[in-house]
């Protein structure tokens, strides 16, 4: 993999300079600080609406640090998911579109490189983000609640991150082949609509990805659920769609990238 170190440290100092490295931090951040927020005020909502209709009793127990960490869960799996899709699938067609990849790959820099650098650098800055914002969930969530259920905290942003970790490889696969964001972007949400849906359906929650997904409640909730498989799953999943983009972008006439 000609110039991989090289390329790798490019990515990594491009993020620091675009925008990426205020939108989705400030994002992750923000729900982290919300999620233990609303898990406290939304049972007194729920009771306040009730109130205004006397024909109506709602009967809310008392939020507790569980629901802070759900609420994490929740926000991990849907709201950042989402952000995840859009800020990655634009990760090759869009330097492709602007001719800086055509202007690294005749020099000698390997197309499989050039792939894998932009997974590593998407994922190493996912994982940093989402662990400073496990972090600041967990301190909101002690100074609201008195205390944070540390290991369903952890499990659950871990199980989280390798299901988002083969998402962002699906990705940058969805770029390569697409080659417009737009395009990937709608692909990507499709995928995991369809990965959602699956969750439902007890064989794919033990034998596919959709099982992380659709485990993050009982994580948050101090339950373990086996995802020994769809862990493996979706690292099968991830390497595949890393080898498709690899092989498409090895067989693509540079003169393409630019479509």
Do not use: H
């Not at 491009?14 to 490295?21: G, L, N, V």
């Not at 629901?67 to 492709?96: E, H, K, P, T, Y």
């Not at 996912?126 to 609640?145: D, M, P, R, S």
């Not at 485990?215 to 890393?242: F, H, K």
């Amino acid at each position: 993999m000609s110039g991989f170190g090289v390329w790798l440290r490019k990515e990594l100092l491009e993020i620091t300079r675009t925008w990426r490295r205020v939108v989705l931090p400030v994002l992750v951040l923000f729900l982290a600080v919300m999620s233990p927020v609303l898990a406290y005020i939304t049972p007194e909502l729920l009771r306040s609406a009730a109130s205004n209709d006397p024909g109506v009793v709602i009967s809310v127990p008392d939020p507790t640090a569980i629901d802070a960490i759900r609420q994490w869960a929740q926000s991990l799996g849907q709201i950042i998911m989402f952000a995840i899709i859009i800020v990655a699938a634009g990760s090759v067609s869009n330097d492709l579109r602007d001719g800086t990849g055509q202007l690294a790959l005749v020099k000698p820099l390997g197309r499989a490189a050039f792939i894998l650098a932009k997974f590593v650098t998407q994922v190493l800055f996912l994982a940093l983000v989402v662990a400073v914002g496990a972090g600041v969930c967990g301190v909101a969530t002690a100074l609201i609640f008195g205390e944070t259920p540390i290991a369903n905290l952890v499990a659950v942003t871990l199980a989280w991150f390798v299901f988002a970790a083969m998402f962002v490889a699906l990705m940058t696969l969805l770029s390569t082949l697409l080659g417009s964001q737009a395009a990937a972007v709608g692909a990507g949400l499709a995928i995991y609509v369809l990965f959602s849906i699956a969750g439902i359906w007890k064989p794919a929650q033990e034998f596919s990805p959709a099982g992380l997904l659709a485990g993050l409640d009982e994580l948050a909730s101090g339950t373990r659920p086996d995802l020994a498989i769809p862990v493996l799953a979706s690292l099968a999943v991830g390497a595949i769609a890393l080898y498709v983009a690899v092989i498409r972008f090895e067989r693509m006439p540079i003169r393409q990238s630019t479509l």
